[in-house]
């Protein structure tokens, strides 16, 4: 089973652009890239988080047949954040039973037409009753997790900032990115709270935006294809929608699952991986994404987030190369295929300005909601 | 608006709770909120032990900034938590004060 193609929209405020436009340029996009034509797609499979709440649009599947003109099976499928992962792993299952065959994921949220407290409301929605009625937001459950942390091992505020620092960095050398400047730790430091201790530029903005790829176990197709990645492990696992039912605040314990399975069914070590692209959907998500997937020990990421051993050219693995949610944007039900298509770049040597070198082995984590589902994706060239 | 209904049946999960005592293992305030919880910005919400080890979480009130601090004791009680419209029931559910 492998990737042969990936085609990622530009992210950002796309104000000329609607959520059916943005599929349609995905679709068209990454059947181009992959020099094929609809004929051949035989299913699609659908991510999208918010178009039920925010636009009143759902059946999404029949809309994405008038834009195709074709009568194949199309899944929607929605896990908060994590719908992107979802979306491919449920694709790589459908191969698994289906030999010879074709399909195509494409993952897309069009969210800036709305005012931030609309947005913060219908992100809300993939939060526990509990929480909503405490009036917590999906930065406030964030910050909840990042003052645990900071508390208990000892770090501040500006342990954080290494992050958005990096990913920004990351994202000035990605086209696509909706941010493409860089950041100094003190403009970080100084930019306004959304949830103590987390800032706005902590936090991975509000983008619109769609991605593509297309996943294949036609040999024939293999063969003639310019690019292909084999999918090595894709694991999902989950956990408490509230916060408040989990043993501990400084882990997610679906990150640790999922990732112990994917290591285990890819045959290979953490040291093997050269590029990652974690969830970053505020800077403590990250140090605790390179802490439950083994990279770092628990407790050192605050420390080891200054090293910017991560960064391009550092002396670790690459992580968040595309800018990551931070800088790259997060379209909700993007993302996931976003990050698994960045990987595939990045294994063909397509990734320009951002290639990381010698990489043959990579990985996507996609976490959705405060963890309450994680999908981890490996792939190796 | 909060359907009436969905009220009613969220009380009887509250009552477990109401009265009982904790400490706040970790705190936040949020500054960006919610429609319903615009006008109450910037408000502390507290993640709370009680006493029976279970965990919950509400907004901290009757509080001063010295008592947003990792150990404070606390007390949960019965408040208002969201603003509604003037035709609607209003909803109340737990929030935690200092003790």
């Given at each position: 089973m492998k990737i042969i193609a990936f085609y990622q929209t530009k992210f950002g405020e796309l104000w000329e652009k609607s959520l059916t436009s943005l599929i349609k340029e995905a679709i068209f996009g990454v059947l181009k890239e992959a020099n094929?034509?609809?004929?051949?797609?035989?299913a699609i499979f659908f991510s999208n988080m918010m178009a039920g709440v925010l636009e009143n649009n759902l059946h999404t599947s029949s809309k994405i047949s008038e834009i195709i003109g074709k009568n194949i099976p199309i899944f929607r499928v929605e896990a908060a954040c994590a719908s992107g992962g979802i979306a491919f792993h449920l694709a790589t299952k459908y191969l698994s039973d289906n030999s010879k065959k074709t399909v195509l994921i494409v993952g897309a949220e069009k969210m800036t037409d709305y005012s931030p407290e609309e947005t913060t409301l219908a992100l809300a929605a993939a939060a526990s009753g509990e929480e909503q009625e405490a009036g917590l937001t999906f930065p406030g459950l964030y910050a909840l997790m990042a003052n645990f942390y900071l508390q208990k091992y000892h770090y501040s505020e500006e342990n954080l900032a290494y992050v958005s620092f990096k990913n920004h960095f990351h994202g000035s050398l990605n086209p696509k990115a909706h941010f493409q400047n860089k950041l100094t730790i003190e403009k970080i430091l100084k930019s306004p709270y959304v949830a103590y201790p987390l800032k706005v530029l902590d936090s991975s903005p509000i983008s619109d935006g769609a991605a593509a790829l297309i996943l294949t176990n036609d040999a024939y197709l293999i063969k003639k294809s310019k690019y292909s990645v084999s999918v090595l492990a894709s694991e999902v696992a989950t956990d408490t929608i509230n916060l408040f039912q989990r043993q501990t605040f400084d882990e997610i314990l679906a990150t640790k699952i999922a990732s112990e399975l994917a290591f285990k069914k890819a045959?290979?070590?953490?040291?093997?991986?050269?590029?990652a692209e974690v969830h970053?959907?505020?800077?403590i998500a990250e140090i605790l994404a390179m802490e439950d997937l083994g990279f770092w020990k628990k407790g050192e990421g605050g420390k080891n987030i200054k090293e910017l051993s991560t960064q391009i050219g550092g002396s670790d693995l690459t992580v968040n190369p595309s800018g990551g949610l931070k800088a790259s944007g997060h379209p909700v039900g993007a993302t996931g295929v976003k990050q698994i298509g960045e990987i595939f770049l990045q294994l063909t040597k397509q990734a320009g300005q951002r290639q990381v070198k010698n990489a043959k082995y990579g990985l996507a984590h996609n976490v959705g909601g405060s963890g309450g589902t994680v999908v981890v994706t490996i792939l190796g060239s | 608006m909060v359907s009436p209904v969905k009220i009613w049946r969220r009380q009887k999960e509250k009552r477990e709770i109401l009265g009982k005592e904790g400490k706040v293992i970790s705190w936040t305030k949020i500054y960006i909120a919610p429609n319903d919880f615009k006008n109450m910005v910037p408000y502390p919400v507290v993640l709370v032990e009680l006493e029976d080890k279970k965990k919950f979480v509400g907004q901290l009130v009757d509080y001063e900034e010295k008592n947003l601090k990792f150990g404070q004791k606390v007390k949960a009680v019965l408040r208002k938590t969201r603003n509604v419209g003037q035709e609607d029931v209003i909803p109340y559910g737990i929030k935690f004060k200092p003790i």
């Open positions: 094929l034509e609809i004929d051949q797609v035989d045959k290979i070590e953490r040291k093997h991986i050269k590029v970053d959907c505020f800077s | -």
